[in-house]
């Protein structure tokens, strides 16, 4: 169901987002996300940089991680193709630090400590939180054949990080019957 109609506006700034994620015929994943950012007016790229048509991309951004079905990453590339300013790709060979980090608890907390501030770029920060939750959509099939009939022992992530997985919710019962913690 799409927004309510809302007042008269006009449109000045689009952000667009896409991550996909792609199984490698070595056993590894890649996981991609885009960011794009166009304006609705003529504007100029800061510093001197020419003027800018409607359409034309402020931020056009880049970041491909590649990680094993344990969500621990084996490499990162990060491009800048257009920035407000000219030396804004230079920071890309920062996001190599990510390299054998885990996706998974403290991710958020661990990619701030890594690359925020100055260590990084706001943007390309940014396109972690949906990298890392496309990575575990991408992956999710892989790893329920891999772990089939294996016992789940470990409280599961999802628990609790959402009101649909509350540990007294019917689709924890459903999924995790161990975990349950609501009326028998």
């Given amino acids: 169901m799409p ?9 000045m700034h689009k952000r667009a987002i896409e991550c996909k994620g792609y199984e490698r015929k070595d056993g590894l994943w890649d996981i991609e996300a885009h960011l794009l950012d166009t304006k609705s007016y003529l504007h100029t790229r800061r510093h001197g940089g020419r003027e800018r048509r409607p359409g034309e991309p402020v931020h056009n951004m880049w970041l491909r991680i590649t990680i094993d079905l344990d969500m621990t990453i084996h490499d990162v590339t990060a491009v800048t193709d257009e920035g407000p300013y000219p030396h804004c ?8 630090a990510l390299k054998g980090v885990t996706i998974g608890p403290g ?16 943007h390309l920060v940014e396109l972690l939180g949906p990298l890392g939750t496309t990575a575990f959509q991408a992956t999710g099939r892989a790893r329920g054949a891999r772990d089939a009939g294996k016992p789940v022992t470990r409280k599961p992530y999802q628990l609790n990080a959402c009101h649909v997985y509350q540990d007294g919710s019917d689709a924890v019962r459903e999924r995790w019957p161990q975990f349950y913690t609501g009326a028998k």
């Fill in 3 to 11: 927004l309510p109609e809302s007042a008269p506006r006009t449109l």
């Fill in 89 to 96: 790709g230079a920071i890309t060979p920062n996001f190599k």
């Fill in 107 to 122: 991710w958020r907390k661990k990619t701030l400590e890594l690359l925020g501030g100055i260590k990084g770029c706001t």
